[in-house]
Each structure stands twice: as structure tokens, then as C-alpha cells.
């Protein structure tokens, strides 16, 4: 089976994609606030990210990497046309009579430490969590889904947490390992939780598409956007 094209209509993808993006970007803004949970410390993103992994797994399990690999990137183009906005905005001369400059430069005023760290470890851990359910779709001939929803987040959230909290915060937020360790362990809950919600999901919009891809022949270069015709 070669990789899908992107000419067939499906009825419920651009809501996917939408509510994908969504996540993505609002899981970004509450970043800034570092919080406390019980044994947990994580940024406030935390709360709400994990669901961008489960809309991935969604995503690939039914539509295939391909089509997952073109809504990474409509996130990540989201995300960088938000975050440079933010920037540009901060760096403009605040109106006379507005006197939330400060506050704004502390909860939207981003570096491009921050924004670079983010940018890059949602790249590579999206990019990892479909790649590893693609393949275990394939491997597992369909069967035991959960096997590859947990899997991929266990890796994607790896890559992903371990970069971002790596590349912007290394020399400035002391304890990196334990804000890692509990962003990661948090994470990985969140989709364990949310198995059956997956699965339910999943099911539905196999049967509303009629479609239940498998990557046998995908080509996974995560640069490669136009996908092989069937």
C-alpha cells in the first residue's frame, strides 16, 4: 500500500486538526507559570499538553503518518507565528496610559531561548510519537492499541520534555532533573488516564471516516509534505 494522498475529502479531520492546534498553542501560553502539584512541579502547559500526544495518536491511528506529519507542521507554524507576535508586541512602545507593560513582558514576553526550546522539542517529539505508533500499528497488525498509544507518548514526551526543559532552562532553573522527571511522569499519567477516552474516539471516527490506515509503505522523512498518490 503506498502513502495516501491527500485528495479524498474526510468528514471530521479539519476539527481534529483545529482542536489539535488549539491545545498546542494554549498549553504554550500557560507554560509561563511554574506549578506545584502535590509532589509534581511542572510548568502550567503541562495541565493541558498531553492531550496535543493523545490528538496525535488519534490522528495517526486513524488518517497515517502522513497526514499526522502535515498537522505537525501546521503546529509548529502556529506556534511560531504566535510566539514571534508575542515577541513583536512586547517589543513595541506600550500607549501612555497603559500600565500593564511589565506584566505583559512577564507572562507573554518571550526569549528566543524559550521560544527555540519550544519550537523544537514539540518538533521532535511529535515527529517521535508518530513515527513509533505508525510503526507499532504495522508491527502489531492493528492489534492492542493502547500498546501504541502509551508507547509513542512514552517516547515522544522523552524527546519532548527532555529538550525543552533542557534547552530553556539549563543555568537559570535549578533542579532540571526533578522538573523533567515530574513534567515526564505527569505526562505519561495523563495519557495512561486517558486510554479509554482514546480508544472511544478512535473507534467513532473509524467507523464516521471509514478509514483505518496502515503505514506499510509511508515514507516518514518529517520533511517530505506531499505525500506519494495511492
Known amino acids: 500500500m503506498a502513502e495516501q494522498s491527500f485528495e479524498r ?8 486538526t483545529a482542536l489539535f492546534v ?7 501560553v500557560a507554560s ?7 509532589p509534581f512541579t511542572f510548568d502550567g502547559g503541562t495541565i493541558l499538553f498531553p492531550l496535543s500526544y493523545i490528538f496525535g495518536d488519534i490522528l495517526t491511528e486513524v488518517y497515517g503518518y502522513a497526514r499526522s506529519r502535515r498537522v505537525i507542521w501546521l503546529g509548529f507554524i502556529s506556534a511560531a507565528l504566535m510566539s514571534v507576535t508575542f515577541m513583536i508586541v512586547g517589543s513595541l512602545p506600550a ?5 500593564y507593560q511589565e ?20 518538533w521532535g517529539g511529535s515527529f517521535a510519537n ?16 493502547w500498546t501504541r498509544t502509551i508507547g509513542s507518548t512514552l517516547v515522544g514526551q522523552a524527546v519532548d520534555t527532555g529538550l525543552f526543559v533542557t ?31 482514546t480508544y472511544a474516539i478512535t473507534g467513532w471516527l473509524k467507523q464516521q471516516e471509514q478509514e483505518d490506515y496502515f503505514d506499510v ?5 518529517p520533511f517530505r509534505l506531499q505525500p506519494v498518490s495511492r
Not at 22 to 28: D, P, Q, R, W
Not at 130 to 144: E, H, N, S
Request: aromatic share 14%; net charge positive.
Open 9 to 16: 475529502a474526510y468528514r471530521h479531520l479539519d476539527a481534529v
Open 103 to 122: 506584566a505583559y513582558d512577564q507572562i507573554l514576553g518571550l526569549t528566543p531561548r524559550i521560544v527555540l526550546a519550544s519550537l523544537i522539542a514539540y
Open 167 to 197: 534547552l530553556a532552562f539549563w543555568g537559570v532553573f535549578p533542579g532540571l532533573g526533578s522538573l523533567i522527571l515530574s513534567n515526564y511522569v505527569f505526562k505519561c499519567a495523563v495519557e495512561v488516564a486517558f486510554t479509554p477516552l
Open 130 to 145: 508518530a513515527y513509533v505508533l505508525a510503526r507499532m500499528k504495522v508491527w502489531t497488525r492493528g492489534r492492542w492499541l
Open 95 to 99: 500607549a501612555p496610559d497603559w500600565p
Open 22 to 28: 488549539a491545545v498546542l498553542l494554549i498549553s504554550n
Open 32 to 38: 509561563s507559570k511554574i506549578v506545584l502539584l502535590g
Open 217 to 221: 509503505a509511508t515514507d516518514f522523512n
